[in-house]
């Protein structure tokens, strides 16, 4: 018999692995309140994690006990099993061990691998490019391509080709930025990490690409909100969206040896932001944040309620 | 006092603006304004041999060269930063992700007509 907290994490865990990604991802309100969604998608993500590994764990040490507390205590002290272990016991043991595991690792393999390749960027930057005139903290890199790029960690970086700066007035110069340092202020690349690891480590499950792509693009949206509200000028909103559509002409132009082959990958998600920029949709309700956010709570109380409650 | 970021950008000045190999002690006499010791100079140029910036030969004394222009350093940054790199994570998304030449006819319009 399989306990009911395990039957229970485990039909969390299905509709976390596909419906729930699914709703959020074509929901139409995230881009009313990309930092609200945000919040909606680590959300997921973590519960997703804690209801599949529960779930199996759970099931797992049945024998030993039907809660996790109990079942765990058990086996800390080395309690024979009251009933007896069978075989989908032990694959729901090793399952759980292995996602665990390949989790984790994922995790920190690509925190390691990005330090590196960071490092590495940093080393070139520091030798190729100059402090930008127009930006003070910003550095210009010799390149035709109009491209606007940030390091993030203990000593950001802020990068400007030499392409953009030619190719935009001051004010969407200034736009540009201003995104940028939205991004670094509000450590977006912390935001990607949980689901570029859901995504290495279950390539199959398509909710894990489909929920990366999501947070991707919310993360610009969230830097696009925050710099048209640090912008003065009449219409921040416009001046940078003519900052996008004028890097995105340039990109697409093919200028300076650009590889075209990486680059369709952001695909309608920069017609989504500039079709914000241009007719904001009206700012979600006040009720109807709290409620994203309350859904939010809820996910992750849930299936944590449920890996500590005693035995149902 | 110039940090060591600074000393390396102005070596590697220096070793690219130069016609040939350079010793570190014409290095030295190069950027004599800065008064740097010889120990000094190859501290940074041994900094910028790890980082693969420099490669020497077996002259003697050593003389030193840069492994690449300070062009091809910009482009493979630039195709790091680009391209389909397994490293993209390292740089936040960039400003706009990369658009087919239709999406971008259509963002134009789309500018124009609001």
Known sequence: MLPATAAALAVLAALLAWPVPALLGRARWPRRDPLVALVCWQAIGLAGGLSIIGALLVHGLAPWGHSLPEAGWAVLTG?????????????????????????????????????????????????????????????????????????????????????????????????????????????????????????????????????????????????????????????PRRTLAQAIVLAVGGAAGGAGGVPSGALAVAGGAVSARVARLLGPPSPLPAAARAAALACAGLLLLVPTVLLLAPAL | MASLGDLERTVMGVLWAADGPVAAA?????????????????????????????????????????????????????????????????????????????????????????
């Open chain 1, 79 to 235: 309690q024979p099993a009251r009933d007896p272990v069978r075989g989908d016991h032990w694959v729901a043991l090793t399952l759980a061990a292995v996602l665990a595991a390949e989790l984790l690792g994922v995790l920190a393999l690509s925190w390691a691998r990005t330090a590196r390749a960071r490092r590495r960027h940093r080393e070139l930057l520091e030798l190729v490019v100059r402090p930008a005139d127009a930006v003070p903290d910003a550095r210009l890199l010799e390149h035709p391509a109009p491209v606007a790029f940030c390091i993030p960690g203990a000593r950001p970086l802020l990068v400007l080709s030499s392409g953009m700066v030619a190719e935009l007035d001051d004010a969407q110069l200034a736009a540009v930025v201003a995104h940028e340092r939205a991004h670094l202020a509000e450590h977006h690349h912390l935001y990607l990490l949980p689901f570029v690891a859901w995504e290495a480590a279950l390539p199959v499950l398509p909710a894990a690409a489909r929920a990366h792509a999501a947070v991707r693009e919310l993360v610009e949206m969230r830097a696009d909100d925050r710099a048209v509200a640090s912008l003065a000028g009449p219409d």
């Open chain 2, 26 to 114: 014409e290095l030295r006499d190069a950027l004599a304004d800065r008064e740097l010791a010889l120990t000094t100079v190859h501290t940074v140029l041994s900094r910028l041999e790890g980082k693969g910036f420099v490669r020497h030969d077996d002259a003697r004394p050593r003389r030193f060269r840069p492994t690449a222009t300070r062009e091809q350093h910009a482009a493979e940054l630039m195709h790091e930063v680009l391209g389909a790199s397994a490293d993209r994570q390292a740089v936040l998304a960039r400003f706009v992700g990369g658009v087919d030449p239709e999406e971008a006819r259509l963002l134009r319009q789309l500018l124009a007509e609001s």
